[in-house]
């Protein structure tokens, strides 16, 4: 349906419906409103190549989204709850997600990609997800004076909008329980440590320890990729070495999935010779057997505060500096943890 028609189905003038779409504030709040429901209703979209003649806007958010490790999956669960959230909020304001990926893990490629969108004048703003400790991405995005929210943080000094998940609280309390059940030897099987939030994970499990007087043993910190394979391969070699842990606590569900299959390969239960741990709360988590522990951090929420930080610096109504959102984490215990034998 055109413009057009749309103002015609609303008994309104073309001028008025075009105004309440684009959020002009001479059109009374009830107009818009009624504008942009029926907008919804009908399924309209602007013609975005007539929108961006007009107003040198694109009404486009970028994002790249990182590397599927495996070679298999586009994107994982979690990552698709995150877009849904930002979509939706994106949706009401007015905008739309266009999503790229990359077919490895490289920074530098990731950086020349988000370099095209901002060349070609293809988005307004941009998401920048699993942040490195060191993001030439957000270098990139501040020289172009493009507004930009990041899913996670990174070490600059110059301030930024950025919506994260409380990684340290996350493993923190993922190993803590894990004491409480008698533990002593917690591996941690992690990403990798260019990443923020896998620092920040370790920093989690580290304080844990510290806390409760445990010497920290270097050998039980592994790093990989953050995949069922690479869970398996990790947890097999601990299983092996001389002296194996009772415990370990997973950077995702999925390196969870990879060290129960481990497990089970050598006849060692679950939930009952070992504990393990998984983060994510993953739509497989309930259903592996046994049914996992993890950690769950609302990613459709984060989703949703990552879209609504947007459209407040895409309408001017807040400085990057004013937009910082640390997600809570809640643990859900199921059967793959155990009480130390």
Same mark, same amino acid.
């Given at each position: 349906?055109?413009?057009?028609?749309?103002?015609?189905?609303?008994?309104?003038?073309?001028?008025?419906?075009?105004?309440?779409?684009?959020?002009?504030?001479?059109?009374?709040?009830?107009?818009?409103?009624?504008?942009?429901?029926?907008?919804?209703?009908?399924?309209?979209?602007?013609?975005?190549?007539?929108?961006?003649?007009?107003?040198?806007?694109?009404?486009?958010?970028?994002?790249?989204?990182?590397?599927?490790?495996?070679?298999?999956?586009?994107?994982?669960?979690?990552?698709?709850? =995150? &877009?849904?959230?930002?979509?939706?909020?994106? !949706?009401?304001? %007015? /905008?739309? @997600?266009?999503? #790229?990926?990359?077919?490895?893990?490289?920074?530098?490629?990731?950086?020349?990609?988000?370099?095209?969108?901002?060349?070609?004048?293809?988005?307004?703003?941009?998401?920048?997800?699993?942040?490195?400790?060191?993001?030439?991405?957000?270098?990139?995005?501040?020289?172009?004076?493009?507004?930009?929210?990041?899913?996670?943080?990174?070490?600059?000094?110059?301030?930024?909008?950025?919506?994260?998940?409380?990684?340290?609280?996350?493993?923190?309390?993922?190993?803590?329980?894990?004491?409480?059940?008698?533990?002593?030897?917690?591996?941690?099987?992690?990403?990798?440590?260019?990443?923020?939030?896998?620092?920040?994970?370790?920093?989690?499990?580290?304080?844990?320890?510290?806390?409760?007087?445990?010497?920290?043993?270097? =050998? &039980?910190?592994?790093?990989?990729?953050?995949? !069922?394979?690479? %869970? /398996?391969? @990790?947890?097999? #070699?601990?299983?092996?070495?001389?002296?194996?842990?009772?415990?370990?606590?997973?950077?995702?569900?999925?390196?969870?999935?990879?060290?129960?299959?481990?497990?089970?390969?050598?006849?060692?239960?679950?939930?009952?010779?070992?504990?393990?741990?998984?983060?994510?709360?993953?739509?497989?988590?309930?259903?592996?057997?046994?049914?996992?522990?993890?950690?769950?951090?609302?990613?459709?929420?984060?989703?949703?505060?990552?879209?609504?930080?947007?459209?407040?610096?895409?309408?001017?109504?807040?400085?990057?500096?004013?937009?910082?959102?640390?997600?809570?984490?809640?643990?859900?215990?199921?059967?793959?943890?155990?009480?130390?034998?």
């Amino acid at each position: 349906m055109s413009i057009v028609q749309l103002a015609q189905d609303l008994g309104l003038s073309i001028s008025t419906v075009s105004r309440a779409l684009n959020d002009y504030d001479d059109v009374a709040p009830a107009t818009k409103a009624r504008v942009l429901k029926r907008a919804r209703e009908i399924g309209y979209r602007p013609n975005p190549g007539a929108r961006r003649l007009k107003s040198g806007k694109t009404s486009m958010v970028g994002v790249i989204l990182p590397a599927a490790t495996d070679g298999v999956r586009f994107v994982d669960s979690v990552a698709s709850s =995150l &877009l849904g959230g930002v979509e939706l909020e994106l !949706e009401s304001g %007015g /905008y739309s @997600l266009i999503a #790229s990926m990359q077919t490895r893990n490289d920074l530098v490629r990731e950086t020349a990609l988000y370099e095209n969108f901002i060349k070609g004048g293809w988005v307004d703003a941009l998401l920048l997800v699993r942040t490195r400790v060191s993001d030439s991405r957000v270098e990139l995005a501040r020289a172009a004076k493009l507004p930009f929210v990041t899913y996670g943080r990174t070490e600059t000094a110059e301030p930024y909008a950025w919506v994260d998940t409380d990684n340290e609280k996350a493993f923190y309390l993922a190993t803590l329980r894990q004491i409480d059940f008698g533990h002593r030897r917690i591996a941690l099987l992690n990403g990798p440590l260019e990443y923020t939030f896998a620092r920040l994970r370790e920093k989690g499990y580290m304080r844990a320890l510290a806390k409760n007087r445990i010497q920290l043993d270097r =050998l &039980l910190m592994l790093n990989g990729d953050l995949n !069922e394979v690479s %869970g /398996y391969a @990790l947890c097999r #070699s601990l299983l092996v070495s001389a002296q194996p842990p009772t415990a370990i606590v997973c950077a995702t569900d999925a390196m969870a999935i990879g060290a129960i299959a481990a497990c089970r390969e050598r006849n060692i239960e679950v939930g009952g010779q070992i504990s393990i741990t998984g983060y994510g709360n993953s739509s497989a988590s309930a259903f592996t057997n046994p049914p996992l522990t993890t950690i769950d951090h609302a990613v459709f929420d984060n989703g949703r505060h990552i879209g609504q930080s947007l459209l407040r610096l895409l309408r001017g109504e807040a400085k990057p500096a004013d937009i910082h959102y640390l997600e809570p984490v809640v643990l859900v215990p199921r059967k793959s943890d155990c009480p130390r034998q």
